[in-house]
């Protein structure tokens, strides 16, 4: 083995400064050079889309509008994920400030803490922060208040769009994007919707500096990332790591060795095989999101490929039909074929499906069932039939 | 049980008589009462002015928003994948002779309601379950026994 992962700890480190001081010493720059610093940083999303986090943030600056909102999104619910939580309980002072610093950047007032309602029992440690940061927003003149919004228990709600839809009191049902909540999200006003861990990243970045940042991770891959680990590991919680280790480096640090293959970025994500891990680089690209679930030699792909495909068919939104219909199809074609109703060759019809459902779902949720779909059907076939 | 009429103007009055509020307020109801009762939501429809077709429709759409009448403990078990692989089954079949029920029913005194959920968020400290907003992991057979009798008896 050459190279280890490179741990990092960064996000997770005990506060070294005065509360808000990061706060304090970014609002006397200039917002130019902040939002500059940002984007310089390479910082991208850290909820799966990955979208440039310094590039989102000068798009709602300069949105023209009087009324503006920033939304962190906690809905945290990919199966294996779990950094979230632990940042809110760890860590909420830097999550504030990054959300302190994008209200600062883009003139935003009102901000939402949008938290699941499995996480409830998080919420009065939460509201005691949010209490201490009203004083130091009233003595740096910041007018910017947060609230917790509570979520109501359904997965697609993670969607930025289905998360506005359900704020604003509907079923979370996503929305066709153009436009996007940049220019038309909650109640109709420019609307920032980040994850937890890009808060608490872009308030890092302000700490250090993008060149500090930068120096973090390989020459292609900047940064460093949560990653929540857990199945047949001997390492399980969550791990931050520099970007751009291979998966074999990953799996000789965090698996049994007795790995099998590992499911990157949640179920949403891929299912790598042993015989990928040397190629495979964890967080970027496909494997965006930080779920890494380890599955060793005495799993069965089959029963890990059905508990995915159950848990599509029940929070599919069921308002369009590719999703509503293919997640069910699938589940009952695989097993339709394990049970030898179907022959073995059906599964190449249920791929095609998978594939249909990637061009004709309307939001990410059944636009990636063929991610992990396919990968474990074909990298484990043999498991799938007999 | 609160009377519900009272608790919906009041959490209405906290949270205000728009669509926005409606996600807050049937949280609020479930909050302390388990459950969102026909009468409930009508009442909603009423004070929010629309229609209780909108209510409804939307409670049914989250698995948080039972319309069911529950028991006053409703233990959800985590089943996705990892919580599964350490052992899930073994705690929900325990669950199930403790509590005389099956997945899905509440037991006749309405004390308590078993169901299954999603991903909670817990899977390194897995097997995990909520009863109602408390979180138990690295559960054992042992371990889900003591916390159940602690309910049954001490009625949290």
């Known amino acids: ?8 700890d960064i996000i997770f480190s005990p506060y070294s400064v005065a509360p808000y001081h990061i706060l304090k010493e970014t609002i006397k720059r200039t917002k130019e050079e902040v939002i500059t610093e940002l984007i310089e940083s390479g910082l991208r999303g850290r909820g799966g889309a990955g979208f440039p986090t310094g590039f989102k943030w000068k798009l709602a600056a300069e949105e023209k509008s009087n009324t503006k909102y920033i939304i962190c999104n906690a809905d945290e619910g ?30 935003a007032n009102l901000g939402f803490i949008y938290i699941r309602r499995e996480y409830k029992y998080l919420i009065p440690e939460l509201k005691k922060e949010i209490e201490v940061f009203k004083q130091h927003a009233k003595q740096i003149n910041l007018n910017f208040e947060i609230q917790i919004f509570i979520g109501a228990g359904a997965y697609v709600c993670g969607e930025e769009t289905a998360l506005i839809e359900s704020m604003e009191g509907k079923r979370g049902e996503p929305r066709n994007k153009p436009p996007y909540p940049i220019t038309k999200g909650y109640l109709g006003k420019p609307t920032i919707v980040n994850n937890v861990e890009t808060f608490a990243s872009a ?46 480096a990953f799996v000789d640090e965090f698996g049994d060795s007795n790995t099998k293959a590992v499911q990157v970025g949640g179920v949403s994500g891929f299912c790598i095989p042993r015989k990928d891990f040397k190629n495979a680089i964890i ?27 159950e848990f599509y068919a029940e929070e599919s939104c069921g308002q369009c039909t ?22 073995a060759k059906y599964l190449d019809q249920l791929l095609k499906l998978a594939e249909t459902m990637k061009i004709t779902s309307k939001c990410g949720l059944g636009q990636s069932v063929t991610n992990s779909f396919s990968s474990i059907v074909t990298n484990f076939k043999e498991e799938m039939i007999y | 049980m609160v009377k519900e009429t009272d608790l919906i103007l009041e959490l209405a009055e906290k949270f205000g008589k728009e669509r926005k509020s409606l996600l807050p307020i049937l949280n609020g109801i479930i909050d302390k009462n388990n459950y969102l009762s026909k009468d409930a939501m009508l009442e909603v429809a009423r004070v929010l002015e629309i229609s209780a077709a909108e209510v409804y429709g939307t409670a049914s759409f989250y698995s948080f928003m039972e319309t069911n009448e529950t028991g006053k403990y409703v233990v959800r078990v985590c089943k996705s ?21 099956k997945i899905g029913e509440t037991s006749q005194d309405k004390r308590f309601t078993l169901l299954e959920t999603n991903c909670l ?36």
């Open chain 1, 1 to 8: 083995m050459t190279y280890k992962p490179k741990k990092v």
């Open chain 1, 78 to 107: 990919e199966p294996g994920t779990f950094k979230d939580r632990k940042l809110l309980v760890e860590v909420p002072r830097k999550v504030i400030s990054g959300m302190a610093i994008c209200a600062w950047l883009t003139g």
């Open chain 1, 203 to 248: 308030s890092m970045v302000c700490r250090y500096g993008a060149k500090e940042y930068k120096k973090l991770g390989t020459q292609d891959q900047h940064g460093s990332k949560l990653f929540s680990i857990s199945g047949d590991s001997t390492k399980e919680g969550v791990h931050e790591l520099e970007l751009g280790m291979t998966l074999e």
């Open chain 1, 283 to 309: 967080g970027i690209g496909n494997t965006t999101g930080s779920s890494t679930m380890i599955f060793n030699s005495s799993r069965s792909m089959y029963k890990v490929l059905c508990n995915y495909l």
């Open chain 1, 322 to 343: 590719p999703c509503r219909v293919g997640c069910q199809q699938l589940l009952n074609g695989l097993k339709a074929v394990k049970k030898g109703e179907k022959p």
């Open chain 2, 81 to 101: 994948i990892i919580c599964d692989m350490k052992g899930k089954e073994e705690i929900l079949n325990t669950i199930e002779s403790v509590l005389k029920l």
């Open chain 2, 121 to 156: 968020g817990l899977c390194a400290e897995g097997p995990s379950m909520l009863i109602n907003d408390n979180c138990y992991t690295q559960l054992s057979e042992q371990k889900v026994r003591e916390i159940l009798q602690n309910y049954i008896k001490h009625d949290i």
